[in-house]
């Protein structure tokens, strides 16, 4: 299987630091593809899995590379 990279440029007028802590914060990144009325929440594992979760229910959906935060 072919290994897949999205890619995206996007610019957000805000600070650097908020910018950050909305892409690689699970809590963040919930609220901009889930649905609320889903119930469901995202986890990511200390490998960089993300999973989205709906009661027992898990079903791994990225994997993010961990880097350090910008300067």
Do not use: N
């Amino acid at each position: 299987m072919e290994k897949l990279t999205v890619e995206r440029t996007l610019w957000i007028a805000a600070p650097r630091e908020r910018v950050w802590q909305a892409v690689t914060a699970p809590e963040q990144l919930a609220q901009w593809f889930l649905s609320p009325f889903l119930g469901a929440q995202m986890k990511r594992d200390d490998q960089g899995k993300t999973f989205v979760c709906m009661g027992p229910m898990e079903v791994p959906v990225a994997h993010f590379e961990v880097m350090d935060a910008p300067r």
